[in-house]
């Protein structure tokens, strides 16, 4: 039975694939179609690379960092005086991953054939050498990569972004995702230092830095301490106004010949709290289970959808906590998260000492539980709290 409504939702969506191919997405950074506001964001972020400003881009979780970074590249994807690199950094395990990995991607998307890949490596680098592997993906059947040969590369792939610009006569922008993850290997302090000593003098290069763990990088960015503290200019997301996804999501139903109200659309964003991401799988379900237009009770069944979506990873999350971390959570949907250091609180729900509810308040966020914002705490991820309330006897210790 599941089958067949799925198969004829995707029987729908091909038939009416001249109009779009899907009519929201989620899960994946949004392409131009499925992009929506972020107008004032676009124009700083594209005047920031157009001018050589280092940028960090913070936000919660799903919240469009990876899609505003792409809405900017395709603006300028006919600009020849700039040109932009990608770097996903998630994978990266140690120093010397960063670095072949960092080498690897500059030298591969500053180069427009292959030729000229296996060139401009001999040429600005000494101490890696090219690497081809066949590769199942028809579209790019041979993999590029870089492996090292000496011992000492780092300042000379540090440098390779700004040697390449500087030959070419052009500006690089190096946009590196997931940068909380340099924050994890081990020495990472003294090689974010190292990282920042060498950028910081480069003139025909730019960063644009962010991530997926705001906590992490709000520390690496925020805080006095750390090498990278003023590198650049702080852009945080805010929410997309619940008006733009009123017009953007009555179009896409009506695109499809079907309707929602723009107080179902408003029902929609609150209950996921304005996550972009949320915004667009729950649409998603309710345009599913829609015939002719979108109603009440569609939603509800639409939510209980995501809910049972979320369910194994929500288990897994609660299964990974402690008996005092359950008993914080349990806090925390209770109201108490601004009260939570109070004794009453603490006795209450069993959390120990004041001591503890800092150790418990750094696991929380460490395992992306938890957001904290001055005194005020909440869930990272807003669907998680919907389905504690359903589930709440999983906190009872």
Not at 22 to 27: D, K, L, Q, R, S
Request: net charge neutral; with cysteine.
């Amino acid at each position: 039975m599941l089958l067949s409504f799925f198969f004829r939702i995707f029987a729908e969506i091909f038939q009416r694939g001249a109009i779009m191919k899907t009519p929201f997405m989620y899960g994946v950074a949004a392409d131009a179609m499925h992009f929506t506001d972020r107008e004032a964001e676009t124009r700083r972020l594209q005047l920031n690379f157009e001018n050589g400003i280092n940028t960090i881009i913070i936000s919660p979780r799903r919240w469009g960092k990876t899609s505003l970074v792409n809405k900017v590249a395709d603006n300028m994807a006919g600009n020849k005086d700039c040109k932009l690199v990608r770097i996903d950094v998630f994978s990266v395990r140690t120093e010397e991953d960063f670095y072949q990995l960092f080498a690897t991607e500059i030298i591969k998307q500053t180069s427009s054939r292959i030729e000229e890949w296996l060139t401009n490596t001999r040429h600005f680098l000494s101490s890696l050498v090219p690497v081809m592997t066949p590769s199942s993906d028809p579209i790019n059947p041979v993999s590029l990569s870089l492996k090292s040969v000496g011992t000492h590369y780092d300042e000379e792939v540090l440098n390779l972004p700004e040697r390449i610009a500087t030959e070419k006569g052009i500006h690089i922008v190096v946009c590196i995702d997931e940068f909380q993850q340099i924050g994890e290997l081990a020495n990472s302090i003294t090689f974010q230092k190292k990282l920042r000593s060498v950028w910081q003098h480069q003139h025909s290069v730019s960063y644009c830095l962010y991530g997926s763990k705001r906590h992490l990088l709000m520390n690496m960015f925020g805080n006095r301490s750390y090498p990278f503290y003023k590198f650049g200019d702080v852009l945080f997301l805010e929410r997309i106004p619940v008006a733009y996804w009123q017009e953007y999501v009555r179009k896409r139903f009506e695109q499809t010949g079907k309707g929602i109200s723009d107080q179902l659309v408003e029902e929609i964003y609150s209950y996921v709290d304005g996550n972009s991401s949320y915004v667009q799988q729950l649409c998603w379900l309710v345009w599913a289970h829609t015939q002719k237009s979108a109603d009440a009770e569609i939603l509800a069944e639409a939510k209980l959808d995501l809910l049972r979506q979320n369910h194994a990873l929500f288990i897994e999350q609660i299964n990974s906590l402690t008996s005092y971390q359950l008993r914080f959570v349990g806090a925390i949907l209770a109201g108490k998260g601004s009260e939570i250091s109070h004794k009453a609180v603490i006795d209450e729900f069993g959390l120990g000492s004041s001591a503890n509810i800092v150790t418990i308040k750094q696991a929380l966020q460490k395992k992306e539980i938890i957001d904290i914002e001055g005194k005020d705490i909440r869930f990272s991820d807003p669907i998680f709290s919907h389905w504690l309330r359903l589930n709440n006897h999983l906190l009872i210790i």
